[in-house]
């Protein structure tokens, strides 16, 4: 039989335990960057936990990221076909881009993604869901936004497709079909497994038009903020 066990044993089975992320920052004893790149830092912190007890973890620093799940009045979605040269794979993704602009609004940068790589605005924004991509190595954060009322849009002025997305794929594809997609293990972008799952439960759940606004809040960037404000203290 299963029974509680003492923290020396594993975790503490909380019977009453909330079901929320909650901030919670544990001591730096040590920082260094092992490695600077473009886009993320390659970091070792020694950690110190409540009971004393020290360890060191390695791990990458990110800007954070927007994605959007746009769904057309028939159902279907618009879905790049992009290569993502780490994985060896040409992935089904939602239109995303990292938010590597200073100040730039989490909403505003959304759109523009959009108008980028699949050529269309919105006139309704909602936020689908807010994930971690991988927490246990990488401070990756990604709000999903859900986009209806869609519209033909020209490229922002001064846009340029290269690299990878010079030989993206547009298309669209029906939501069932995404779904059948990820429960067969055909779809495994976390942004788009994440934002098609998110919406068939909303939909199944009659949450589409209580789903939070464009603009709310999002926890995990403020978090993100402090630990990088904590993060160049010790770098000094």
């Given at each position: 039989?299963?029974?509680?066990?003492?923290?020396?044993?594993?975790?503490?089975?909380?019977?009453?335990?909330?079901?929320?992320?909650?901030?919670?920052?544990?001591?730096?004893?040590?920082?260094?960057?092992?490695?600077?790149g473009r886009v993320s830092d390659f970091v070792e912190d020694v950690v110190e936990a409540p009971d004393g007890v020290r360890f060191t973890r390695q791990w990458v620093t990110h800007p954070g990221a927007v994605a959007v799940i746009a769904l057309r009045d028939d159902h279907r979605v618009a879905v790049i076909h992009q290569y993502r040269h780490p994985v060896g794979m040409?992935?089904?993704?939602?239109?995303?881009?990292?938010?590597?602009?200073?100040?730039?609004?989490?909403?505003?940068?959304?759109?523009?993604?959009?108008?980028?790589?699949?050529?269309?605005?919105?006139?309704?924004?909602?936020?689908?869901?807010?994930?971690?991509?991988?927490?246990?190595?990488?401070?990756?954060?990604?709000?999903?936004?859900?986009?209806?009322?869609?519209?033909?849009?020209?490229?922002?002025?001064?846009?340029?497709?290269?690299?990878?997305?010079?030989?993206?794929?547009?298309?669209?594809?029906?939501?069932?079909?995404?779904?059948?997609?990820?429960?067969?293990?055909?779809?495994?972008?976390?942004?788009?497994?994440?934002?098609?799952?998110?919406?068939?439960?909303?939909?199944?759940?009659?949450?589409?038009?209580?789903?939070?606004?464009?603009?709310?809040?999002?926890?995990?960037?403020?978090?993100?903020?402090?630990?990088?404000?904590?993060?160049?203290?010790?770098?000094?």
């Open positions: 039989m299963v029974g509680f066990r003492s923290r020396s044993d594993g975790p503490v089975t909380r019977p009453d335990i909330d079901p929320y992320d909650r901030p919670e920052s544990w001591r730096i004893v040590d920082h260094r960057v092992l490695a600077r040409r992935l089904i993704e939602p239109p995303a881009g990292l938010l590597d602009m200073d100040g730039e609004d989490w909403l505003v940068a959304a759109q523009r993604e959009l108008a980028e790589e699949a050529l269309l605005r919105a006139d309704d924004w909602r936020v689908l869901v807010d994930i971690f991509t991988t927490p246990g190595g990488v401070a990756e954060t990604i709000r999903i936004y859900l986009a209806r009322g869609l519209h033909r849009a020209e490229p922002p002025d001064g846009f340029e497709a290269e690299h990878e997305e010079a030989h993206m794929d547009l298309g669209w594809v029906a939501l069932g079909d995404l779904v059948d997609a990820v429960f067969t293990g055909h779809v495994q972008s976390p942004s788009m497994v994440s934002g098609v799952l998110a919406l068939q439960a909303a939909e199944a759940t009659g949450r589409l038009d209580t789903l939070r606004p464009a603009d709310a809040p999002w926890p995990a960037r403020d978090v993100w903020q402090r630990r990088n404000r904590e993060l160049a203290g010790l770098d000094g």
